[in-house]
């Protein structure tokens, strides 16, 4: 991990118990919009979020918004909690759905949906995006399938001991002094300021690596029951509980409003809360300068059609759930459609809503008939580099 400046990277919002119930888009806010404010949003979105009988439903098409799946990332950070979601998974070969905690140097903590095999989570973690097998396991999920059922998948991660349990039995648990990595004398175990992430996302693409592909079951059916009912696949998501922890004992406490880096190495020494400000004035902002804004008003309404990607910040976390490096498994060859970009307002008016919409003609599971088969109308996504998150929302140190 290497920052160009630690100065450059914007503080994080520190974490906020909270039980997030999902019956409408209300506090979602799209990621062309969101600045950096917490108190306004709840979750940042990419793609096309829908709302269907008081659930709000991720959504991934073949062509459109929500071509690259959708994501919610959570407005706040998370250093050490409980964090549990009560969802649904989607179906299908090449079809993943994810619920992960993802720090902006990449470690990772994962629940992750094949949609070929509705009767197990596989569990995983990542240390600073450090590719290891062997950290995956297989959980098995009594009491109905991930798809049909709705289940309730929680992680519950403490300095120094991490679980994941599923429906209220632990299923697995790993201790930190397991991880210690003699050739780096460093724990390989999550230990930084996490966003909580919801998505859902196009593994068995042709154009990612033959690994990624293969995990994920094969290629997608884009003629399937679920695109033909509905026009896209989609998963589930009511509920979202977060209990934060204390910081570690010796953590570095000045504040209670925001996470920063002080060091390069990334890990839990390294992180300090302060009362240091989170928002942008606008997009072109970095922790240098955080007021920066456009030009004139009139350049500053029009941003989000006009600005050029390497001038824009992206979103940190929004790209895409999976394992350390945008999902990809195995040999993953050119994929990177997981970028997503931001641009927008500061949103100071209250808690702002996504863009998307009810959708009219929802077919769920087996019914029939058809559904509304056209995809709400792309938005536009200006598309960062990974160089852009210096200029993120977040304490986001280059990758």
């Known amino acids: 991990m290497s920052s160009h400046s630690l100065d450059s990277c914007v503080p994080a919002p520190i974490c906020k118990s909270q039980d997030y119930k999902l019956t409408s888009l209300d506090g979602i806010t799209s990621n062309t919009q969101y600045l950096g404010d917490a108190s306004t949003s709840n979750w940042v979105s990419s793609g096309t979020p829908k709302v269907y009988n008081d659930q709000v439903l991720l959504t991934l098409s073949e062509d459109g918004a929500s071509s690259s799946g959708t994501l919610l990332a959570s407005a706040s950070y998370v250093w050490y909690g409980k964090i549990s979601a009560q969802m649904k998974s989607s179906r299908g070969d090449g079809v993943v759905s994810a619920f992960i905690l993802l720090s902006d140097v990449k470690d990772e903590i994962d629940f992750e949906f094949v949609g070929k095999d509705l009767a197990h989570a596989q569990s995983n973690y990542y240390f600073q995006g450090i590719t290891d097998y062997d950290n995956e396991k297989d959980l098995a999920v009594d009491g109905g399938s991930t798809f049909d059922d709705y289940h309730t998948y929680e992680i519950d991660w403490q300095p120094d001991q991490l679980t994941w349990a599923v429906d209220g039995t632990v299923m697995r648990t790993l201790k930190k002094s397991d991880t210690f990595n003699k050739t780096t004398n460093q724990y390989h175990y999550p230990q930084t300021p996490s966003r909580v992430q919801l998505s859902l996302w196009p593994a068995g693409l042709s154009k990612n690596g ?136 500061s949103g100071a008016s209250g808690v702002s809503s996504a863009v998307g919409s009810s959708s009219t003609g929802f077919v769920q599971g087996d019914g029939g008939g058809a559904g509304n088969n056209a995809p709400v109308k792309s938005e536009r996504i200006l598309q960062g580099s990974v160089f852009a998150a210096l200029v993120a929302i977040a304490g986001m140190l280059v990758l």
């Open 210 to 345: 033959q690994g990624t592909v293969e995990w994920a079951g094969g290629l997608i059916d884009w003629n399937s029951q679920d695109i033909q009912a509905n026009g896209y696949y989609y998963s589930m998501f009511k509920d979202i509980t977060v209990e934060c922890y204390d910081a570690p004992k010796d953590a570095n406490v000045t504040g209670d409003t925001s996470y920063i880096y002080t060091k390069n190495d990334g890990i839990e020494s390294s992180v300090a809360t302060t009362n240091d400000d989170t928002v942008l004035k606008s997009l072109l902002g970095t922790g240098t300068d955080m007021d920066k804004d456009y030009p004139s008003a009139a350049a500053s309404a029009s941003a989000s059609g006009s600005a050029a990607a390497s001038d824009v910040a992206t979103v940190p976390g929004l790209s895409g759930a999976g394992p350390g490096t945008n999902g990809q498994r195995g040999n993953s060859g050119d994929d990177s459609s997981g970028s997503t970009g931001s641009s927008g307002s």
